[in-house]
């Protein structure tokens, strides 16, 4: 089954970190490259960072030195180190494929930022 859990969202202060999780089963996660979405309250699902299989990377402009997209092919995991959140980070984020999504939609994770 092909599917991704995300994890790792929670409530962050301005200025704060967080690291995101995503575990891909059912795949051949080494030669995917994937990515991090975000949807906004109100707003359409984008792409904010993607990796090659290889560890290659590109983010949104909005996130650029403050996000790191890292992976791990051995655990079909791909990470999303964020940090110098902001309020506008608020977000459910989801993991898939990239850069057109494929794979089915997880549940997401909530990133909140505020004070």
């Known amino acids: 089954q092909v599917q991704v859990v995300e994890s790792g969202g929670g409530l962050v202060q301005p200025g704060g970190s967080l690291r995101l999780s995503c575990v891909a089963s059912?795949?051949?996660?080494?030669?995917?490259?994937m990515g991090w979405y975000r949807q906004a309250p109100g707003k359409e699902r984008g792409l904010v960072a993607s990796?090659?299989?290889?560890?290659?990377?590109n983010y949104a402009d909005s996130v650029k030195g403050r996000f790191t997209i890292s992976r791990d092919n051995a655990k079909n995991t791909v990470y999303l180190q964020m940090n110098s959140l902001k309020p506008e980070d608020t977000a459910v984020y989801y993991c898939?494929?990239?850069?057109?999504?494929?794979?089915?939609w997880g549940q997401g994770t909530q990133v909140i930022v505020s004070s």
């Open positions: 059912g795949i051949a996660f080494r030669l995917e490259t």
């Open positions: 898939n494929g990239a850069p057109s999504p494929w794979i089915s």
């Open positions: 990796t090659t299989g290889s560890g290659r990377t």
